[in-house]
């Protein structure tokens, strides 16, 4: 085997630098950092540690629902939590989540780029959402919030809960950290791609954080207006969206679903991105239809515009209108299924590794393939009539939201996060983890599909005693994924101090983040190394030495340098 | 802001860099991100672009509510847009125009270096944008005064199109907004979309395939009662016929102490107008505010510009603020007509 001068794996030599995180200590250089890699983890803390909170809310709904009458808490109280339980989960978790923990932190990289194009931009739409955090918590402490996550009128306005301005205020903090994050990706991905990356040798997580990006910035700003026009309302009476002023609350519903419909795409279209990744590097083989996705993320976002009627089929809008929004519907799921096929396409004869981010890209697929025809049901006008407001919407939503985009970040967390740490953790403890966090969603949301089907309304408190077992079902499984979101913190946490050094690149991915350091020096590259194709592994080659892979480009380059 | 992020020291983010003579000729405010100058300036102008456009779907969503409500109350709209003074807002736009002009021959004179002439075009736009804010002042003071405000405050003191002095001769006798009590959310039929009898040539109830709508209909309702004549108002007392009744007595004027109420047989007045002045101060409101942060980023320039921050080699900020001194200008173009104009 012949040695391989760190020089051709790197552009500079390996160890001549501190690496990011130990360039400088103290809270002030967290804190006022403009290093992408910094932000991308303290975003990661923050929306982990959000997702705790909204776990917890989550776990004690569903201690309530385990019996038909009071369980644990009051009626009123469990209303408040299943409020906050969502609003946490969408706004601080959910929506932030893939672009700011994960795509902050690797963008630039991928890009051969030393940092995005706004530093300090990205700096701000970080202190933005602890802001929106703040509020967020606060919303809890002063008087909570029983409104439901989408805030209604004419209850939301009404309402004398003191908790409503303060989760209205901070869901429009966040709306602008999502802003100002998109608006500095789609700079960095149209200015700073390095040489020899055309559009179409992009790596397909950028195309969807591109096409996320682009969402971000049409669609969170209505729903800025709408929570500013929402806290007019409440404070001043504005009079636009009370009936009893003359105003129309189907209005505040269009004007709530026309953002939060392309939220969702917000949500799943970077999850895609990083399940297009893991696919291709562990099968060991290009990914299959690399046009058609790229494509299919642009498709997806524009299509999202069009449809946020769907969540009004039975608000009383014309039977015409409700007719086009599901014909339309209809069509956003074209572009998802296509990546689908693309993805098993890919699978297919190739060398498949079975490593922990893979067994969360497969679980992916899975758990979207039922959420997304689940979809389909509730896109149909005479079944939506009968499935709207049910446990099967809860169902629907739960399988994209959580075993979709949730089961992708946790994926693409282990699969960046020897890059990010420098760490390897345990895949053992991994494949466990894993395991009862499928069996977990599955347990939790499949009976949930089951009960709304036979009629068990959404945000209830009460439920005849034949929903019972089902609802237990649903309990123990929420309990077990618990237990393995548990257990991936502790190994993770574990290996971030005894964990086994990482290479630079210990998966063989081909994209240009694995061709620097594990952790990455501060300003990622000297020079951006000359970009290929992002699928092809053929270069990439297995170093026994050092437990990774590296790149040896063919023919290799008599100099020892691997960029120029 | 995007605004702010090239004009700090690179040397000072990345300490690495700093004193490196391995970056002898670096441009001073180039930052560490970018390669070249030129990079630097297309990212951030883009980026600024990228903004405006979160801007302009920020006021869409308003936009949109107006165009709503227009459409399904044409004759709110008409009635209420007389009592805004279309002289006072021709005056804000003229000058919003030429501050826009201002702000771009200040950008031209950045581009040359020309830091004088730089210094004296930002002074003229911000002098502008206060002027703006000194009408929009006057304007809301006389909204206030004359009770013209949103939902419940809807309290009108005068008819429409009257903008004179209180004392003149012509004037109606000024009375105190009624109180809160004369107000009942119960007397307007619960209905979202009260059916409202427009006027002139907007068309009619009947044009749209309602039934007209007359005196003697609405009396036989549960809502109060036209016939009933209106208590005789003194100047302080309360009168219950001003607030959110479901009558304003509509282009005629409003209803004087002694005037006798509509006949059954004319058209009714119209209802809920209180809707154009939400929309009017959500508008204008959210506009104004977006004026003050344009001239905060304004007077920022114009320190930089008076410090000599700015050459021909580095305006970057001077074109972004630029850009979006226009998009506030193009936002009022846009309200002037739609609010003040209307036909």
Redesign the interface.
Known sequence: MTAISPEAVFDRPADA?PDYLR??AGLASWLFT?DHKRIGVMYLVGILGAFLLGGIFALLIRTELFTPARTVMSADRYNQFFTLHGAIMTFLVIIPGIPAALGNFVL?IMLG?????????NL?SFYLWVVGAILAVLAIVLGSVDTGWTFYVPYATETTMGGVIPVLLGAFVLGFSS?FTG??F??TI???RPPGMTWFRLPLFLWALYATAIIQ??????L???L??LI?ERV?????F????????V?YQH?FWFYSHPAVYIMILPAMGIVSELISVFSRKHIFGYTFIAFSSIAIAIFGFFVWGHHMFVSGQSTMLSTIFSLLTYSVSIPSAVKVFNWLATMYRGSIALKTPMLYALAFIFLFGIGGLTGLFLGALATNVHLTDTYFVVAHFHYVMMGSTLIAMIGGLHYWWPKMTGRMYSEKAGVIAWALVFIGTNLTFFPQFIMGAHGMPRRYYNYPPEFQFLHQLSTVGSYLMAVGFFLTAAYLLHALFRGARAPANPWGGATLEWRCASPPP??NFERPPVAGDPYDFSEIDYDPQTGGYVYTPRPAPAAASAAH | ??T??TA?DPHA????HGASPAHGGHPPHL????DTPA?QF???V??MW??L???I??????F??YA??RANHPEIFYYAHKYLDTFWGAVNTVILLCSSFTMAAGVWAAQRGRRGMLSVMLALTLLGGLGFLGIKYVEYKHKWEAGLL????YQPRYPPGYHGDPAGQDAPAPRAPAAGAALS?AT?P?????PATPLGAVPNAAARGNPPDTADALAATDGPTVTATPAVPTADAPDPSWNLHPFESGPRGLLLPGQAPPLASEPLPV??V??FF??Y??MTG?HGLHVVAGLIVIGWLLVGAVVGRYSGGYFTPVEVGGLYWHLVDLIWIYLFPLLYLIH
């Not at chain 1, 780029?113 to 931009?121: E, G, M």
């Not at chain 1, 001043?236 to 636009?240: A, N």
């Not at chain 1, 009370?242 to 609350?249: H, R």
Request: net charge positive.
């Open positions: 630098r360039i400088r403009l630039p780029a030393r940092d995005l194009a706004f530093p300090r931009v701000a802003i608006l500095n789609i700079v149209h200015k700073m910035i049409l669609a969170t700003p209505v800025g207006i709408t500013v026009l007019v001043f009476k504005l009079g636009i009370l009936p009893a002023l003359g105003g129309d609350p209005l004007f501060p300003d | 802001m995007a702010s992020s700090a983010a990345h300490p690495a930052a560490h991100q970018f990079q297309e990212s951030v883009q980026g990228l903004f456009a979160t801007e779907l920020l006021f869409g969503g308003l949109c509510a709503v409500y949103w939902g419940r405050h959310v307007p619960a209905t979202t979309a009260p209802r809920n209180h809707i939400g929309i101060f959500a959210l």
